[in-house]
DNA sequence: TTCCGTATGTAACTAAGTCACCGAGGCGGG
DNA sequence: CCCGCCTCGGTGACTTAGTTACATACGGAA
């Protein structure tokens, strides 16, 4: 079997001279991961820099009462910088990664890793951009979860994760979870936003009908 | 004037071999900056890498509202890596530093840093653990604004803030801009932790007089 | 069709944040 | 010394968010 020329997938990854990609070719391992899986997490580490070539990653914080919230996600096409420089400084790292989807990713060992540090500018600036996209997007979550009110929270959640559908498959449950509250605020919230008719609530699923209305809430107001 | 060898300061460079850090010393530029001062903030980037010899630098956020909150201090002996990484990979960041106390630093320039990280594995190790940590340090502030109760994260501010010491010099203001809370709330719950007799408030400090009860509070109970 | 697990509804209560205002203390200018 | 002002803290009434403890509704498997 040929090996598939994944490179192609990372546009910076294309500026890197020619037997760095090479290398990258040769030293990485192509894996793939069943959706649900914890790929990260207390007590267990990831050896190697992941790039994501299909699905997407959910990283994610639980607190002891069972609260969770989303971090963010790692989708195609990106790298789980961050994590991976956790575990190179190794602290201990209380956030867990799941595939939300089935996941393909290569994993570069972290000798590779390090030695294209040394030895790429491109590779340096391809991880060092992906770190800060990820620490600004923690930023907005920590202005979001200690300013923001619930409401425009998951106004804006909504929004984000419909995308250009009208359809949200997710319980209230999980909704909470996404926002980092409880089943019974996000409940109520939903039912407010279905009595103004800016959405209609199924079991199981959110349909937007309303999609300005949310955006104007989601926007601070 | 002979030039101070401040490298002395930072444990993980003496690892460094000897040309590298003559390089660092010869490249490198010691600054002062004023108490209050903004090191960096919206529309405000510094250009170069910091390394703290004295003082330190308050890293926070503020809320349209005029909210605050303190994200994490970069103390003497630290660098100020992510803020660093963010404007390598420059994304606008909404996070202000502020000289809490008159700073010295030193001052890498781009350039140079990015040599260093090219050939210096040691220097490498240091930047990501100094990244690590703060990062690492970021997942507790979103635990703790997402999940735990204000009194309980009071009574930890409280405790850290103090350090050795049993007085603290803060207005309520300025506890509830460590919090991400404000000032009302702040004032309540001092007055619950004074009518329990765990510290007696004074105008503009708070002395604590109950460690052992604080310290109760503040792991989670 | 019945049963059962999951999803959602609801009410009463506590915790946190908002709004509006008050009064006390400290400090500088006259 | 007194006045006025400004900062700091106190307070009450109200809104929003989270907690506790249930009840009910849906939908697939047996």
Redesign the pocket.
């Known amino acids: 079997m040929r090996k598939e020329d994944w490179t192609k997938a990372f546009p910076p990854l294309q500026q890197l001279p020619p037997e760095t990609v090479e290398r990258l070719r040769a030293g990485s391992l192509l894996v793939e991961l069943p959706e649900g899986s914890r790929i990260f997490g207390p007590g267990q580490a990831p050896e190697s820099f992941l790039l994501l070539l299909a699905g997407t990653i959910r990283v994610q914080q639980t607190s002891e009462?069972g609260?969770e919230i989303v971090l963010y996600r790692v989708h195609a096409g990106e790298s789980c910088a961050l994590t991976t420089a956790c575990l190179m400084g190794y602290e201990e790292y209380q956030a867990e990664g799941i595939a939300e989807t089935k996941v393909r990713a290569v994993a570069i060992p972290r000798l590779l890793f390090d030695d294209l540090i040394a030895t790429s500018r491109a590779f340096r600036q391809f991880v060092f951009t992906a770190f800060s996209r990820r620490v600004t997007n923690l930023f907005r979550v920590i202005e979001e979860v200690?300013?923001?009110?619930?409401?425009?929270?998951l106004a804006q959640k909504l929004l984000a994760l419909a995308g250009n559908n009208a359809q949200i498959v997710?319980?209230?449950?999980?909704?909470?979870n996404e926002?980092?509250?409880?089943?019974?605020?996000?409940?109520?919230?939903?039912?407010e936003f279905?009595r103004r008719g800016w959405i209609k609530?199924?079991?199981?699923?959110?349909e937007i009908t309303e999609k300005a209305a949310l955006s104007r809430l989601a926007q601070h107001s």
Chains 1, 2 share one sequence.
């Open positions: 009462s609260r200690a300013f923001e009110r619930i409401d425009a929270r997710a319980t209230h449950q999980e909704l909470a926002l980092g509250s409880v089943r019974e605020v996000i409940s109520r919230q939903l039912n279905a609530s199924l079991r199981g699923t959110v």
